[in-house]
Structures are given as C-alpha cells and as structure tokens.
C-alpha cells in the first residue's frame, strides 16, 4: 500500500513544453539550433508552457497532482553565463503557484539543453563546463532551495551518451563521446558536494533512464552479454552517483572501443566524497542482449534503439512482448524487476520520473480524448509499482511522462503523452487550447484514493 506522503506526479521538460524560445532574455540552446527530424517541428512554441503556466498549473491541480516534475532552462535563467531576471522570475513564480496548490515542485536542472554558446565552446567536451554548471547549479540552489525538497542533476545522461554519435551524425568518436560522459559526471558529483555542503534542506540525485536486460536464452554467453550492456547502459551511471566510481564491467568496454576517458585524481576525489540522497530513474522499457562476437558490430542505442558492442552483447527481439505503435516494448512487470535491481545494488530511495505511452491521440469534434491504451498501459505498470511498494521498496513518489501534450524529440507533435492535450500539430499550431484526455479523469482517480483504485 502507498503511504500516505508518496507523491502521484506527472513531468515535463523545459524545452519540450515551454516555447518563448527567445524570448525575455533566453539565450538559444542546443535544442533550439539543432536540425529538427525530417517531417516534425522544432521546439520554438511547443506547448507554449511560457504564457500558460497559470491555466497548466490549475488544470495540474485539478488532476490531483501533489507534484510536479519539470526542468529549468540553462539558458533562460542564465544566458551567456550571465543572470537573467526575467527568467528567473518565470521560475519562481511557476514554483510558488505550484507550492499554493499543494504541488511539491521536483526540478530537474539538466534535461538535453545546453546553452548553444556553451556548445560553441566545446560543450561537455570542455573541462569548463563543469565550472559552469556548477555556478548555474549553485545560483539554483541559492534561489529556490528554500521552496524545492528533491532536485535532479542531469535528466537521462546514459541516453545522451549512448545515442551520442548518432546525435552528432557520427562526427564523434567513442573516445569524445565518454569524455564528455565524464565531465558530466564530475559535473553532477560537484553539485552534489556544493548541494550538501551548502546545507540546503532538500535531496539531490540522477535521474538516468534505467531497465533491466534479459538474456536472450538460458545460455551462460547470452547471460553474460546481458551482463555487461546492463553495466554499460546502466550500473555505469548509478555506479558513479551512488558510489562515486566507475562500474568495472563497463570499464572493460569501454577500454575495448578505446573510450576509456582520461580521469584525474581530482575527479576520482571529486566523484568519492560526493554522491547521491536518492536515485531518480525514468522508465520505459526493458532490453534484451544476446552474445556478439569480437568480429560483430558496434552501434550506438537509446531508449529503442537497441545498443550493441562486438565481444560483449548484441541487442536482441524480446518475442514475448507486445510494442506500441511506434515500436516500443511494453513491460509492467519489467519494472519491478528494474526497480528490484537498482534497490539491491544501492539501498536508496527510489522516484520514478518518467513512464508512460506515446500514441498519436485524436481530437473528436466534441473535445474528448479516447487514450484507453494509455490508461492500460499506466494502470498495469501502477500495479507492479504497487507490488514492488508491498516487497518492501522505498519509493518517494511516481511521475509518469507526461503531465501535458509535448515536443517529442524524434517523433514531434503527432506522439503525445500527455494527460492533457495541447491543441496544435506540427505545422499548425492553431489554438493552443487544452483539452482533458480520459487519462486525466482516470488518474485523477488513482490518485484520490491513492492508487487504490486503479
């Protein structure tokens, strides 16, 4: 059974939902000058989020939200390296409405957005970065660390890793790519250590994308191969918050893509003495991982496409499951194993933060919103939360993606997630109106009797 303080939730990100992508001083970040997906939008308007927050926020309550996951912009808060007012006042206003309606605001302070001037420069890439973001972190922290209890450093760093060559078209080599990952990783450690030292009354931790990977078959090769790309998708992240050290599997292969980034007694210092309050995780699915030979391929993966490295582990077609209409597996019950997982190897706190079902939702000419496979899709894995809850897991709280229609990155407009619906396309951003999906009135349930009724 849920207690009574666990937090039913819903999330966003800021470039996914806000637009005013220049506006009030914002500086342009990497996802507002990348090239957008043939066929989708780019993430100018979006939601519109900006000038809507007030209507966003009160349909957030009406739903029965008790918290709110959203991210900050970098760049609108601190454009160039410098304070912006304006952006900072959006912020804080958003958190005090969301405060006055009982929301618990949970901030996530990196989510795929880079200040583009910072991308200039070298990005991650550029030891510098980690100087900056621990400055932009330190302000946040000084700013709304009175009024926000859990934060999150970096939103899914596994994915911007592991999808990274195919990010920046293949330019990057493994070896920059995992330099990159680790900057962020010191990143994260010394925002955490600045968190704690500054005495702020809150929790600070990761929020990777995590899931748990079958073997292909009983076979001992297959096991082992599901072994290592969890360490290399997985353990390698929480490793470093939880631990403050790298994962020895995925160390191996990194060393046998010749990525193996160059760490300073510094960073190891670093990384050691300041690790996480709670592990964050967002989930979507499980993989599966068959053997590959030293001679076989090595592909980069995110959240569907599968990852691959020759002499460890082949992505493999899980038979067993049934896919969304845009090809992702579907696993309830993967979540429990996942959340067992994490829970047996770092002894935390646990928030989801992400989960839910992408679908091309349709508008009907009297503005409902039929999404019962999202409902199915949510129900069965609230029920395996609920069962991981009756084992014994600690969990903070529960924050399926999303609270309201957004940008999806690859897919635009026609995959939505929300509880809410935003009503624009691709190209035709029309009224903007929301409409309550029947998602919405179905989690309003689940969360007034506190996921009793599901």
Known sequence: ??????????????????????????????????????????????????????????????????????????????????????????????????????????????????????????????????????????????????????????????????????????????????????????????????????????????APNICAVYPATSSAEDQLAADYMSAFRNWLYLDAAVYGIYNVQALEVLRSLDAEPEITEEDRKMMKENTCDYVAFNYYNTACAKANPVSGTTEQGDQQKGLTVAGYFASAENPTLPKTEFGWTIDPVGLRVTAHQIYSRYHLPMLITENGLGGRDVLEEDGTIHDNYRIDYLRDHIVELKKCVDEGLPFIGYCPWSAIDVISTHEGMRKRYGFIYVNRSDFDLKDLKRYKKDSFYWYQTVISSNGQTV
């Not at 989020?49 to 966003?56: K, N, R, T, V």
């Not at 454009?79 to 996530?108: C, M």
């Not at 999150?152 to 330099?179: C, R, V």
Request: hydrophobic content about 35%; proline content about 4%.
């Open 1 to 206: 059974m849920f207690n009574k303080n666990f937090l039913w939730g819903a999330s966003t990100s800021a470039y996914q939902v806000e637009g005013a992508w220049n506006e009030d001083g914002k500086e342009p970040s990497v996802q507002d000058v990348r090239q957008v997906p043939k066929d989708t939008t780019d993430f100018k308007v979006a939601a519109d989020h900006y000038h809507h927050w007030q209507e966003d926020v009160a349909l957030f309550k009406e739903l029965g939200l008790t918290a709110y996951r959203f991210s900050i912009s970098w760049s609108r808060v601190m454009p160039n390296g410098k304070v912006n007012p304006k952006g900072v006042a959006f912020y804080s206003q958003l958190i005090d409405e969301l405060k006055k309606n009982g929301i618990e605001p949970i901030v996530t302070v990196f989510h795929f957005d880079l200040p583009a001037s910072l991308k200039e420069v070298g990005g991650w890439g550029n030891r510098q970065t980690i100087d900056a973001f621990a400055t932009y972190c330190h302000f946040l922290f000084d700013t709304f660390g009175d009024r926000v209890t859990y934060w999150q450093t970096i939103n899914e760093q596994n994915m911007l890793t592991l999808a990274g060559k195919l990010l920046s078209g293949n330019q990057k080599s493994w070896k920059d790519i995992f330099q990159e990952n680790h900057h962020m990783l010191v990143a994260q450690a010394k925002v955490m250590g600045i968190y704690h030292d500054g005495g702020y009354p809150g929790k600070i931790g990761p």
